[in-house]
């Protein structure tokens, strides 16, 4: 499978923003998907993540009540819906995604492809 990612620019604080992954090869309807997001100086954080139905989320604390991940399976695309925008946000946001899963997981290791960044700047 190889991902997409876009959607990324820059926004005032407060704004929002829609990412959007799509997938290409096969089976994009099997793979748990994750959003990772990185900023100089800083660890690699996963954001959010999701089940291949759709069912089940994870998001995490710093995002939880302004992120939203949701996916087509149809369109082969998983979203990150940012709404609230903050500085602190800003990063290079990446997707992944793994077969491996059975919940969705925040563990960067337990994903197996991963597609190229998509910058977001939040201005102050």
């Known amino acids: 499978v190889q991902l997409q990612a876009s959607g990324g620019g820059l926004v005032q604080t407060g704004g929002s923003l829609r990412l959007s992954c799509a997938a290409s090869?096969?089976?994009?309807?099997?793979?748990?998907m994750g959003w990772f997001r990185q900023s100089p100086g800083k660890e690699r954080e996963c954001v959010a993540a999701?089940?291949?139905?759709?069912?089940?989320?994870y998001h995490a604390d710093s995002v939880k009540g302004r992120f939203t991940i949701s996916r087509d399976n149809d369109k082969n695309t998983v979203y990150l819906q940012m709404n609230n925008l903050k500085p602190e946000d800003t990063a290079v946001y990446s997707c992944?995604?793994?077969?491996?899963?059975?919940?969705?997981?925040?563990?960067?290791?337990?994903?197996?492809?991963w597609g190229q960044g998509t910058l977001v700047t939040v201005s102050s």
């Open positions: 090869g096969q089976s994009f309807n099997r793979a748990f």
């Open positions: 999701i089940s291949a139905s759709g069912d089940a989320t």
């Open positions: 992944a995604g793994s077969r491996r899963l059975i919940t969705p997981t925040r563990f960067s290791e337990m994903y197996d492809f």
